[in-house]
């Protein structure tokens, strides 16, 4: 488990169903995502995805709890996704974060992003790191520059536009 003073990210638990499928069923949510609200299958998939990158690499997304509330209000993390998109992106840990609507513009997703950027460093030792992001999705572009991405490429995935980005080893 990773403490900030407003959040505690740990790893995702089978208990974290419902919670991931309100956030990830809400149209807001998912508008830059995907664009689709996700079915309570297709959530339990996204856990099980998460759940699965741990079990094999040893690290995935983390659950974002907020410490006042005691709820799940978003996950952020790396993982690897191999999303097809070739070899300047696939093999490399991809960051993400992705938080509730009524927990957006708080923060707290650079304040993840940045803790689960340190405990990574920390465990597997500085490496390049990418995450793709929508090029009309301001607000995330604002996140991943505060971590240290910057954009190295487009791509299509899942047939709309992509800026791929890069956080560099050292």
């Known amino acids: 488990m990773i403490e900030t003073e407003r959040l505690l990210l740990r790893r995702p638990s089978r208990g974290d169903l419902d919670a991931i499928h309100r956030m990830r069923s809400d149209p807001a949510v998912v508008r830059f995502i995907g664009g689709k609200p996700l079915s309570r299958e297709e959530a339990w998939q996204r856990l099980t995805r998460s759940a699965g990158n741990?079990?094999?690499l040893g690290y995935g997304f983390?659950?974002?709890?907020?410490?006042a509330s005691g709820r799940l209000v978003g996950e952020a993390g790396l993982m690897q996704a191999h999303r097809g998109l070739g070899t300047s992106f696939d093999p490399f840990p991809e960051a993400g974060w992705v938080l509730s609507r009524d927990m957006q513009g708080r923060g707290y997703a650079t304040?993840?992003?940045?803790?689960?950027?340190d405990w990574f460093e920390r465990s597997f030792g500085h490496q390049r790191t990418v995450c793709i992001i929508a090029p009309e999705n301001a607000a995330s572009l604002r996140v991943a520059a505060k971590l240290g991405y910057t954009p190295f490429g487009s791509a299509c995935y899942h047939d709309s536009p992509v800026?791929?980005?890069?956080?560099r080893a050292g």
């Open 62 to 67: 983390f659950a974002v709890i907020e410490r």
């Open 111 to 117: 304040e993840a992003g940045l803790v689960a950027h």
């Open 163 to 167: 800026t791929m980005l890069e956080r």
């Open 54 to 56: 741990w079990a094999l």
